[in-house]
């Protein structure tokens, strides 16, 4: 396994990075920088990373402030005038849209990044000021942390972190989608049934037994299918979740960012659904759990490299320290450390212990991919549980405003990843509006059929977290009602759009690949199970281009070919694609289109 599992990683860096990976360097340095700077108890606090060492005899600094993004540096803020005060709450204003709801202010800090910090009464001046800001705006704030602050004074001085939250005047909350990875009985859905419900485990079980969705779950405790957990924060960073009998739609009500949880299959058995729920609901980042007990085992590995195939953020989560001695718990931190600084992976690991560990994570991971956080707690006896509630609390979104606003500007386009049939109401499809905004009453077109054509269909009611929702927005996950619509045209894959649109529909598609591992040869003929997006299906090897054949770790040029029926494909949609033991990944670069499909009403 081992050898299989160092080639899935050797090919992380097959592809291009993110956007997000550009001035990762910078931000490892200003991790480096800020681990040193913030001070606790008048010591330094110690650095992870000695590849940064501080410069000598220079204050500390923070990166310069940008323009675009949510975070602001302020030197102080003492009784502004009635126009600077105007001015600085359009700022705020600004600051919390290019955060789609939420913005971080570093009070003490010049623009350039030096931390000058402020005397006490000026800190108090400046935080009363910043709290009459957020209330011109509609908005809450938290002091995340004070530090103090080594500069030329005799005087202490101190640097402040605020967070700024509000809901927007859309009163669409902040969502982000966290996948669940990790290998069976590492404690994934018992940690959820402990985050969402508010009540500790005992030991057996208890917390999951409200995530399974079948009875032979229950029986085996063992999840197989995708469920969906939510947990809420409000404006002052406190948790909403079940504990005080609340449904989801007051949980929405009250909350002002939504953390939602997609629970996945840790069994190998069910890889499949696993890949699906990685490759379908988009999710923000990956939260990989191993237990400590037991460490790296299973399908440990081949989890992490799937995240990092499909480059989504991930972060660990060491559980059921209560169940071994501190050194076993220390003995698997060691082990994943090892793991993540492997050439493949290339991950700055971040070992979070106290509150200001897990605010400065949150920051970090957001702006550099290969930051990754690992988190040790309990989820019977509680131990740094409330680290990892401050860290989804603080954990921005990784799109910003201005992103968000070029997807809605595009024509509708929702992936049908769920289908149900409701009594009293009729059909109903969920998944994720991937462009554009949706509506109750909308007419659109979903397909492809098995002969590639569309059919006509209108939206009747939409739900979001389990409460009803007029308006569907870009990169939002919910349940659409379809009415009487034969459920029988409908299958996962299938994609909704707007009959404006002109869907590229294909047998035949080119991608760019690398083989991760293979037994033997991969050559013409081969049958492999493709995932791009919430497409999944058989798919036949028609040719590689200038090679016979291909090895473990090659790269080619291969002509796909669907064995069921047409499927609606982008070019430069990340693909995956796997038959038994055989595992590969790759990028959309041509599409050979249906030459005709009409509209089918």
């Given at each position: 396994m081992d050898s299989r599992v160092s080639e899935l990683f050797g090919a992380g860096s097959a592809f291009k990075t993110?956007?997000?990976?550009?001035?990762?360097?910078?931000?490892?340095?200003?991790?480096?920088?800020?681990?040193?700077?913030?001070?606790?108890?008048?010591?330094?606090?110690?650095?992870?990373?000695?590849?940064?060492?501080?410069?000598?005899?220079?204050?500390?600094?923070?990166?310069?402030?940008?323009e675009e993004g949510n975070i602001e540096y302020k030197l102080k803020l003492v009784n502004p005038t009635q126009y600077r005060f105007e001015h600085l709450a359009t700022q705020m204003k600004w600051r919390l849209q290019e955060g789609r709801g939420e913005a971080v202010y570093q009070i003490g800090?010049?623009?350039?990044?030096?931390?000058?910090?402020?005397?006490?009464?000026?800190?108090?001046?400046?935080?009363?000021?910043?709290?009459?800001m957020a209330e011109k705006v509609g908005a809450d704030i938290t002091v995340l942390r004070e530090r103090e602050v080594d500069y030329e004074s005799e005087e202490p001085?101190?640097?402040?972190?605020?967070?700024?939250r509000k809901v927007p005047d859309d009163q669409q909350f902040l969502d982000l989608r966290v996948a669940v990875l990790g290998n069976v009985d590492s404690g994934k859905?018992?940690?959820?049934?402990?985050?969402?419900?508010?009540?500790?485990?005992?030991?057996?079980?208890?917390?999951?037994?409200?995530?399974?969705?079948?009875?032979?779950?229950?029986?085996t405790g063992r999840t197989s299918s995708i469920s969906f957990e939510i947990l809420g924060f409000d404006n002052k960073g406190e948790v909403v979740n079940y504990s005080d009998s609340r449904t989801a739609e007051e949980i929405c009500e009250s909350a002002s960012k939504m953390i939602t949880f997609i629970d996945l299959a840790?069994?190998?058995?069910?890889?499949?659904?696993?890949?699906?729920?990685?490759?379908?609901?988009?999710?923000?980042?990956?939260?990989?759990?191993?237990?400590?007990?037991?460490?790296?085992?299973g399908t440990t590995r081949e989890h992490l490299g799937l995240a990092m195939a499909l480059k989504v953020p991930i972060f660990i989560v060491v559980s059921k320290v209560d169940l071994c001695t501190k050194a076993t718990v220390e003995r698997t931190v060691r082990q994943l450390e090892r793991i993540l600084k492997q050439p493949g992976c290339n991950k700055v690991p971040l070992v979070v212990s106290n509150t200001d560990d897990a605010v400065t994570a949150a920051q970090q991971f957001a702006q550099s991919p290969s930051i990754t956080p690992?988190?040790?707690?309990?989820?019977?006896?509680?131990?740094?549980?409330?680290?990892?509630?401050?860290?989804?609390?603080?954990?921005?979104?990784?799109?910003?405003?201005?992103?968000?606003?070029?997807?809605m500007q595009q024509l509708a386009e929702f992936q049908v990843d769920e289908i149900y049939t409701v009594p009293d109401v009729g059909t109903v499809v969920g998944g994720t509006l991937y462009s554009g905004i949706c509506r109750e009453g909308e007419q659109l077109v979903v397909g492809?059929?098995?002969?590639?054509?569309?059919?006509?269909?209108?939206?009747?009611?939409?739900?979001?977290?389990?409460?009803?929702?007029r308006v569907l927005r870009a990169g939002q996950a919910a349940t659409l009602a379809l009415g009487d619509f034969d459920r029988s045209l409908l299958r996962k894959g299938m994609v909704m759009v707007s009959p404006e649109m002109n869907p590229t529909i294909c047998w035949l598609f080119e991608a760019e690949i690398v083989l991760l591992f293979h037994a033997k040869t991969f050559h013409k003929g081969f049958q492999v199970t493709v995932h791009v997006g919430n497409v999944r299906q058989t798919a036949t090897v028609e040719a590689l281009h200038e090679k016979d054949e291909l090895r473990t770790g090659e790269k080619a040029v291969v002509r796909f070919k669907f064995i069921k029926h047409p499927e609606y494909l982008k070019v430069g949609a990340k693909l995956l694609f796997r038959h038994g033991v055989t595992k590969g990944i790759g990028q959309v670069t041509k599409l050979q289109p249906l030459?005709?499909?009409q509209h089918h009403s």
């Open positions: 993110t956007p997000q990976g550009a001035g990762s360097a910078s931000n490892n340095a200003a991790v480096a920088v800020t681990r040193k700077t913030f001070t606790k108890n008048g010591k330094k606090a110690k650095n992870r990373s000695a590849r940064h060492p501080k410069p000598s005899n220079n204050p500390p600094y923070l990166p310069p402030e940008v800090v010049e623009d350039n990044g030096l931390l000058v910090g402020l005397s006490e009464a000026d800190m108090r001046a400046s935080l009363r000021t910043l709290r009459r001085r101190k640097i402040a972190e605020v967070l700024v859905s018992t940690l959820l049934g402990v985050l969402t419900q508010g009540e500790l485990d005992n030991g057996r079980g208890r917390a999951r037994l409200n995530l399974f969705r079948h009875l032979h779950e229950i029986q840790g069994h190998h058995k069910y890889l499949k659904t696993t890949i699906f729920g990685l490759t379908s609901y988009c999710p923000d980042f990956a939260m990989l759990v191993v237990s400590a007990n037991t460490g790296i085992v690992i988190f040790t707690l309990s989820s019977v006896s509680g131990e740094n549980l409330d680290l990892l509630k401050v860290f989804f609390n603080i954990l921005p979104p990784l799109s910003n405003s201005k992103e968000q606003e070029e997807l492809p059929t098995d002969d590639g054509q569309f059919r006509e269909l209108t939206v009747c009611s939409i739900q979001r977290n389990r409460s009803a929702c030459s005709q499909y």
